[in-house]
């Protein structure tokens, strides 16, 4: 047996919830936060990449957490910085 595709309200309903997530988040977060959380995504793909191409194995998966800490981190740290 194969697998099924994924139905289109399953979707719908997931999409929904990340839209609604990010528009709640995106009143607490400031830009610099922002800034950092992507800084982090562009190395974790950047990572997913050097996995695939057989370069480096990299376990991305234990990386995922920085992309949560890196507002903290930018909260303590920005009036040193």
Same mark, same amino acid.
């Given at each position: ?10 979707? !719908?309903v997931y999409q929904g919830? @990340?839209?609604?997530?990010? =528009?709640?988040?995106?009143?607490? +977060?400031?830009? #610099? ?12 793909? !950047?990572?997913?990449?050097?996995? @695939?191409?057989?370069?480096? =194995?990299?376990?991305?998966?234990? +990386?995922?957490? #920085?992309?949560f800490i890196a507002p ?5 740290l920005g009036g040193f910085?």
């Amino acid at each position: 047996m194969g697998r099924r595709p994924l139905r289109p309200e399953t979707v !719908l309903v997931y999409q929904g919830e @990340l839209s609604l997530f990010a =528009r709640w988040a995106r009143a607490l +977060l400031t830009d #610099a936060m922002i800034l950092e959380m992507s800084a982090a995504g562009g190395l974790l793909l !950047l990572c997913i990449g050097l996995s @695939l191409l057989g370069i480096k =194995r990299v376990r991305t998966g234990n +990386l995922l957490l #920085a992309i949560f800490i890196a507002p903290f981190l930018t909260t303590l740290l920005g009036g040193f910085v």
